[in-house]
């Protein structure tokens, strides 16, 4: 695994450490000093690091089933590069949402339009439209980033990165099975260095944290200020034992939400990520309706027929989530979002 994996590692690595100079520190072992930590160790620290839902890809991508150069391999780094794409765009797309909501940035009809024919059914070549074309608004707009980073890092080289892969799936999302292995081969180490250029310039997301609003109780003592204790699990780990913190404020959040947060200190600065990403893993199951929901964070793919679609991040099999206590609110927040393109339901 490490000779495969070794160059992708370090190359990562070293950019996640330009936005988070404390990863410095896991590069010596605490046993020897001189030691260098090798690719296994580093790897997990770059799952860790990343948002669940690319780190959970990054964490098959490194396992020991993965070792070979073969279809198996080949299928995970396009699955790898599929998930950075979709989160990337979930982040944008909630971005100008929020913006469009406190009148800071217009979108015109004819955009509107595009915007919603493609966010109705997700698509590879819909991920990059996005991304390119929000990028562009909010530099039009000069618009703040919420992540700095991507005013620096997301230019025409990168969009056109990106551009690449579109080819590569098909509309029904298949990639290209007819390829013999040596072609298979070759494909698996040249898309290796195209899957680190990506991850390099999404290293900036070690400095965030993805984090799941689980509870908020209220503290109200006599003659003192109410406070918000916010239950949250952190979704950035390399296994899906989440681990949870707990964060006292005198504002609240928004509640059963996935947010990306500039720091676990102050809840000042955070992007809700929902209805595109959900965390299930705290419903009740209290009927039996509700037997088939999985725990898991799950991703939106598509509006079809009336209903929200998802996929889940470790969960394979397909589950309908209309069964959630919360799952109105989520339509809810759905055609909220689309009336920002001037689509109304």
């Not at 990562?12 to 590069?27: A, D, G, R």
């Not at 965030?208 to 979704?235: C, G």
């Not at 037997?291 to 964070?297: A, L, N, Q």
Request: aromatic fraction near 12%.
């Amino acid at each position: 695994m490490a000779a495969i994996n070794e160059l992708l590692i370090q190359q990562v690595f070293q950019e996640m450490l330009k936005y988070k100079p404390s990863l410095q520190k896991m590069l010596v072992s605490d046993e020897d000093e001189d030691e260098t930590l090798d690719a296994r160790f580093l790897g997990d620290i770059i799952i860790k690091n990343f948002p669940w839902p690319i780190g959970v890809e990054l964490r098959r991508l490194f396992s020991a089933s993965m070792r070979q150069l073969d279809r198996l391999r080949l299928d995970q780094i396009f699955k790898t590069i599929e998930r950075s794409m979709q989160f990337i765009s979930f982040v944008m797309i909630c971005q100008i949402w929020k913006e469009n909501k406190e009148k800071k940035i217009d979108i015109s009809e004819n955009l509107g339009k595009e915007f919603s024919s493609r966010l109705f059914v997700l698509t590879m070549g819909n991920y990059t439209w996005l991304i390119r074309t929000i990028g562009n608004l909010v530099q039009s707009n000069s618009i703040a980033w919420f992540m700095p980073e991507m005013g620096t890092n997301f230019d025409k080289k990168f969009y056109a990165a990106l551009d690449f892969w579109v080819p590569e799936r098909n509309d029904i999302g298949h990639y290209q099975i007819n390829l013999t292995h040596q072609e298979i081969e070759k494909r698996c180490v040249e898309y290796e260095e195209k899957l680190a250029y990506i991850l390099e310039r999404i290293a900036f997301l070690c400095k965030y944290k993805l984090v799941s609003i689980r509870e908020i109780k209220v503290i109200h003592p006599k003659n003192q200020p109410a406070k918000f204790n916010h239950i949250i699990d952190l979704l950035n780990s390399s296994d899906s034992d989440f681990k949870a913190q707990e964060l006292e404020e005198q504002k609240f959040a928004e509640s059963q939400s996935v947010l990306l947060m500039k720091s676990l200190k102050t809840l000042d600065e955070y992007l809700n990520l929902s209805p595109l990403i959900i965390d299930t893993s705290h419903e009740v199951i209290d009927d039996k309706e509700k037997f088939d929901i999985k725990e898991d964070i799950f991703m939106y793919t598509k509006f079809q027929n009336d209903q929200l679609h998802y996929i889940g991040t470790e969960v394979t099999e397909k589950c309908d989530l209309r069964c959630l206590h919360n799952y109105p609110i989520l339509v809810s927040q759905f055609w909220d979002m689309m009336s920002t393109f001037g689509v109304q339901q």
